[in-house]
């Protein structure tokens, strides 16, 4: 894949579904509820739909009842990046993908406590998911 940071919007267009584009290149939000990950409980990782690279591990993912996909940390350090968002009225904190800025939704300060108290609140769309490989032998 070319460098994600240098392709064009008309590229964007064509690699990614309308919901995709809307929310990666425009900084939108797909419905409460309506993403295909909201209550996926598989084991394995999310990854951008942008680009591939990983995002979240299953293991950070918790049902926090908003209505998206919800972690308390990124599968690596530097695997997301944070800016501020004064959109719609309000001060927030977006989460975009470090690798092609795809933008995936927003960090808020009310996630577990004893997993670090942050709630990483990620739209379905922005995402794909990899499910893990069983060992050969493992027992479901």
Request: with cysteine; hydrophobic share 30%; proline share 6%.
């Amino acid at each position: 894949m070319a460098d994600p940071k240098t392709l064009t919007d008309a590229e964007w267009r064509e690699r990614l579904s309308p919901e995709q584009y809307h929310v990666l290149r425009q900084a939108g939000t797909e419905r409460a509820f309506a993403g295909k990950y909201d209550k996926n409980k598989a084991a394995g990782a999310y990854r951008c739909a942008g680009c591939g690279e990983t995002l979240f591990e299953s293991d950070t993912k918790y049902d926090s009842g908003s209505g998206w996909p919800s972690f308390t940390a990124p599968a690596a350090k530097g695997a997301v990046a944070e800016h501020r968002d004064a959109s719609h009225g309000m001060v927030r904190t977006e989460v975009v993908c470090a690798t092609c800025e795809g933008h995936l939704g927003h960090v808020f300060p009310d996630g577990p406590r004893d997993a670090g108290g942050l709630r990483y609140c990620i739209n379905s769309a922005a995402l794909d998911f990899a499910p893990r490989e069983r060992a050969p032998g493992a027992e479901e």
